[in-house]
């Protein structure tokens, strides 16, 4: 089965940390491929916050995040967290988990269309 569940997302104030967990199917996770966090915020388009290929837990970011957000998997089996700190009011967005199997070379690359699997959302809320 192919398929991938967010969690974690709420609401913040500006300065503060979220955790969001994408759960990623045992198949797909097995396979390997690209793991990607996108967000989309109201009347703009989806961006690319951050990547990890698994098989060898490459990262990238997108530049808006970096410095501040963290890409990481196994935190516990199966799963691709992001890390959020520093949040700002600007990344008040609908955060969303992607996953894209096979070899890639470079998962940063990749557009949204390129993510065949994806999941229903979370949303994040930072505001004072």
């Known amino acids: 089965q192919e398929e991938v569940a967010e969690s974690g997302g709420g609401s913040v104030q500006p300065g503060g940390s979220l955790r969001l967990s994408c759960k990623v199917s045992r198949y797909l996770y097995s396979t390997g491929g690209c793991a990607a966090w996108f967000r989309q915020a109201s009347g703009t388009e989806r961006e690319t916050v951050a990547t990890i290929y698994t098989p060898t837990k490459t990262t990238s970011y997108g530049d808006s995040v970096k410095g501040r957000f963290t890409i990481s998997q196994d935190n516990t089996p199966n799963t691709v967290d992001l890390q959020m700190d520093s949040l700002e009011i600007d990344d008040t967005a609908m955060y969303y988990c992607?996953?894209?199997?096979?070899?890639?070379?470079?998962?940063?690359?990749?557009?949204?269309?390129?993510?065949?699997?994806w999941g229903q959302g979370t949303q994040v809320t930072v505001s004072s």
């Open positions: 992607a996953f894209r199997r096979g070899i890639v070379r470079n998962c940063g690359g990749l557009k949204s269309g390129d993510f065949g699997v």
